[in-house]
T-cell receptor, first 109, second 115 residues
C-alpha cells in the first residue's frame, strides 16, 4: 500500500522562485493536511482540506496556497520562496487516523 | 484554545530502564490525544491515541499512556527501553475529534537510549 506519497523528497530553491509540493493519497480519505516542521518547534498546520473543492487555512498559511480538485491530490504551492520557508513539509490524510507522508525537505537560499 | 506542552526536549535513558515522556495539554473541549514517533528522516507514525473510554491506552512497541483529566496530562511510558526506541516523540491534541489529522503538536522530545 502506497499510503501518502510526497514529491519531491528534497529541493533547493532560490529566493523568489516558485514551486509546487505534490501530495497524493490512495486511501480515499476526505481529510488532507499540510504541516511544516522546524527544529525544536514541532509541526505547524499550514492548510487543510475536508474534501474535494474545500480548503481552509491552518496556523501558518502566509506564503502558501493549496487546491483540492480531487480526493487523492492536495498540492502545496509556494509562489515567492523566502528563506523563512526553509523547512521540512509533511502531508497527511485522515479518516479515523492520520497517516503522514515521508516529507519534503526544502531549502531556500 | 488547545495547546500541548512537552516537558524536556531531550531525554536520555539506559537500555532496559523506564521511559517516561511528559505531555500536558490544554483544551476547551474534551480532548482527543495522540503520541507519534518520528525516526530520523522519516514521517510520523502513530504510537497510540486516546479518544474516549479507558484512560490507560496501549500502543505499539510496548508503549502506553494514561489520560489524567485532573492533571491535564497524557504521559507516555515504556517499562524497558530498547535501542530501537531512540527517536523523536510528539504529543498532539486534535482540534476536532472527528477529524483526527487536524492536530496541535507539542515541540517534541528526542529520546536517546544508551547501551
Amino acid at each position: 500500500n502506497a499510503g501518502v506519497t510526497q514529491t519531491p523528497k528534497f529541493r533547493i530553491l532560490k529566493i523568489g522562485q516558485s514551486m509546487t509540493l505534490q501530495c497524493t493519497q490512495d486511501m480515499n480519505h476526505n481529510y488532507m493536511y499540510w504541516y511544516r516542521q522546524d527544529p525544536g518547534m514541532g509541526l505547524k498546520l499550514i492548510y487543510y482540506s475536508v474534501g474535494a473543492g474545500i480548503t481552509d487555512k491552518g496556523e501558518v498559511p502566509n506564503g502558501y496556497n493549496v487546491s483540492r480538485s480531487t480526493t487523492e491530490d492536495f498540492p502545496l504551492r509556494l509562489e515567492l520562496a523566502a528563506p523563512s520557508q526553509t523547512s521540512v513539509y509533511f502531508c497527511a490524510s485522515s479518516q479515523a487516523e492520520a497517516f503522514f507522508g515521508q516529507g519534503t525537505r526544502l531549502t531556500v537560499v | 484554545a488547545q495547546s500541548v506542552t512537552q516537558l524536556g526536549s531531550h531525554v536520555s535513558v539506559s537500555e532496559g530502564a523506564l521511559v517516561l515522556l511528559r505531555c500536558n495539554y490544554s483544551s476547551s473541549v474534551p480532548p482527543y490525544l495522540f503520541w507519534y514517533v518520528q525516526y530520523p528522516n522519516q514521517g510520523l507514525q502513530l504510537l497510540l491515541k486516546y479518544t474516549t473510554g479507558a484512560t490507560l491506552v496501549k500502543g505499539i512497541n510496548g508503549f502506553e499512556a494514561e489520560f489524567k483529566k485532573s492533571e491535564t496530562s497524557f504521559h507516555l511510558t515504556k517499562p524497558s527501553a530498547h535501542m530501537s526506541d531512540a527517536a523523536e516523540y510528539f504529543c498532539a491534541v486534535s482540534l476536532y475529534g472527528g477529524s483526527q489529522g487536524n492536530l496541535i503538536f507539542g515541540k517534541g522530545t528526542k529520546l536517546s537510549v544508551k547501551p
